[in-house]
T-cell receptor, first 113, second 110 residues
Framework: DSGVTQTPKHLITATGQRVTLRCSPR?????VYWYQQSLDQGLQFLIQ???????AKGNILERFSAQQFPDLHSELNLSSLELGDSALYFC????????????FGQGTRLTVV | QKEVEQDPGPLSVPEGAIVSLNCTYS??????FMWYRQYSRKGPELLMY????GNKEDGRFTAQVDKSSKYISLFIRDSQPSDSATYLC??????????FGQGTELSVKP
């Protein structure tokens, strides 16, 4: 167990809908990262927050947004969902903002039907 | 062309074999090289982390980086059925985002 908690574990929703994925980082970790893993694209970095502020952005669609709250938990919001958004979404956290030292959660499996 | 290329396999070996997993990368600025292990339906777990070129050993695992050929390798000695998983290589430059390979699915047969 990495100490990073993601909820829910599974989510099934219809196209056009909006969902929120939640991540609680390891105790003491200030930085949170979101990744998307799909069969065709592999594991791709979406966005990073450090102590509540956005630090880096990757291949995140405009329909997706994220935030990190004062208690350091983070949420990833996915809207106007399409079939192609079906994937595993991982959250990772690190204490110092170095992505090379991040620990991954177990992921949320999103299925869009 | 992807910045990090990895043969997806699958790779099947008998228990006790030496496993060689490889990646190539294209960005000369990459300085950090990682190997992750991912069991089915689980999150990636960091196995090995190397800065710049050279070898790093941890138990049965050895990571090698050859920056001149932009080649990253992971060797697993005395492979066990519990090593069956997908192995992901990843690279990054200073302060940059992690770029992952597609992952190689490894199966170690008893």
């Amino acid at each position: 167990d990495s100490g990073v908690t993601q909820t829910p574990k599974h989510l099934i929703t219809a196209t056009g809908q909006r969902v929120t994925l939640r991540c609680s980082p390891r105790s003491g970790d200030l930085s949170v990262y979101w990744y998307q893993q799909s069969l065709d694209q592999g594991l791709q970095f979406l966005i990073q927050y450090y102590n509540g502020e956005e630090r880096a952005k990757g291949n995140i669609l405009e329909r997706f947004s994220a935030q990190q709250f004062p208690d350091l938990h983070s949420e990833l919001n996915l809207s106007s969902l399409e079939l192609g958004d079906s994937a595993l979404y991982f959250c990772a956290s690190s204490v110092n903002g170095r992505n090379t030292e991040a620990f991954f959660g177990q992921g949320t499996r999103l299925t869009v039907v | 062309q992807k910045e990090v290329e990895q043969d997806p396999g699958p790779l099947s070996v008998p228990e006790g074999a030496i496993v060689s997993l490889n990646c190539t990368y294209s960005n000369s600025a990459f300085q950090y090289f990682m190997w992750y292990r991912q069991y089915s339906r689980k999150g990636p777990e960091l196995l090995m982390y190397t800065y710049s070129s050279g070898n790093k050993e941890d138990g049965r695992f050895t990571a090698q980086v050859d920056k001149s050929s932009k080649y990253i390798s992971l060797f697993i000695r005395d492979s066990q059925p519990s090593d069956s998983a997908t192995y992901l290589c990843a690279s990054a430059n200073q302060g940059g985002k992690l770029i992952f390979g597609q992952g190689t699915e490894l199966s170690v047969k008893p």
